[in-house]
Nanobody, 117 residues
Framework: QVQVAESGGGLVQNGGSLRLSCAASTMLFSIDLMAWHRQAPGKQRELVAGYTSDGSTVYADSVKGRFTISRDNAKNMVYLQMNSLKPEDTAVYYC???????????WGKGTLVTVSS
């Protein structure tokens, strides 16, 4: 079984910061796909930040320069440092982990981030 658990969400004021964490537990495969997505009310889920198959990072244009994704491979942890938060960043943030070669991935249940204006 694969368990994916996000933490670190909460309520923050406009301009504030939060750090999200995601813990993935599995002995079935090595994790190289690590990404954060978000879904705001009434909107589709979108990629926020992630690692590509060659280990480079990608970011949504709306968060470039404000958010930073990082990971600890030894611990199967992935983080999202979010600075200069805006009300439009309000969403449920989901962690997505998996293996590119095998084409499998798993999702966490999400953590709510609310940015007040």
């Amino acid at each position: 079984q694969v368990q994916v658990a996000e933490s670190g969400g909460g309520l923050v004021q406009n301009g504030g910061s939060l750090r999200l964490s995601c813990a993935a537990s599995t002995m079935l495969f090595s994790i190289d796909l690590m990404a954060w997505h978000r879904q705001a009310p009434g909107k589709q889920r979108e990629l926020v930040a992630g690692y590509t198959s060659d280990g480079s990072t990608v970011y949504a244009d709306s968060v470039k320069g404000r958010f930073t994704i990082s990971r600890d491979n030894a611990k199967n942890m992935v983080y999202l440092q979010m600075n200069s938060l805006k009300p439009e960043d309000t969403a449920v943030y989901y962690c997505n982990v998996g293996n590119y070669l095998n084409g499998i991935n798993y999702w966490g249940k999400g953590t709510l981030v609310t940015v007040s204006s």
